[in-house]
Nanobody, 119 residues
Framework: QVRLAESGGGLVQAGGSLRLSCGASGSFFSIKTMGWFRQAPGKQRDMVATITGSGITNYADSVKGRFTISRDNGGDTMYLQMNSLKPEDTAVYYC?????????????WGQGTQVTVSS
């Protein structure tokens, strides 16, 4: 079982910055891909950014140039540096990890952390 623990959400004014963290723990051999997704009230959950084990990143167009995804050297902790935040970035942000374990691939989600950007 894979456990993902997020932290770093909060309330910030437009133009400000926040840094989200996500730590993975539990039973797995390696992490294939990690990513951040977000869901605003009444909307679907959308991809924000992803990063592979080799460091290849992918961003939603709406956050390119403002957000940066990264992983630590061990690969089990992921970060999302969010700069120049806008009110439309307000959402619950979820950590996601695709891991390789004893029974193959697993897709896991964190509990979510609220990010609120005031205008």
């Amino acid at each position: 079982q894979v456990r993902l623990a997020e932290s770093g959400g909060g309330l910030v004014q437009a133009g400000g910055s926040l840094r989200l963290s996500c730590g993975a723990s539990g039973s797995f051999f390696s992490i294939k891909t990690m990513g951040w997704f977000r869901q605003a009230p009444g909307k679907q959950r959308d991809m924000v950014a992803t990063i592979t084990g080799s460091g290849i990143t992918n961003y939603a167009d709406s956050v390119k140039g403002r957000f940066t995804i990264s992983r630590d050297n061990g690969g089990d902790t992921m970060y999302l540096q969010m700069n120049s935040l806008k009110p439309e970035d307000t959402a619950v942000y979820y950590c996601n990890a695709i891991t390789i374990g004893q029974f193959g691939l697993s897709n896991s989600w964190g509990q979510g952390t609220q990010v609120t950007v005031s205008s």
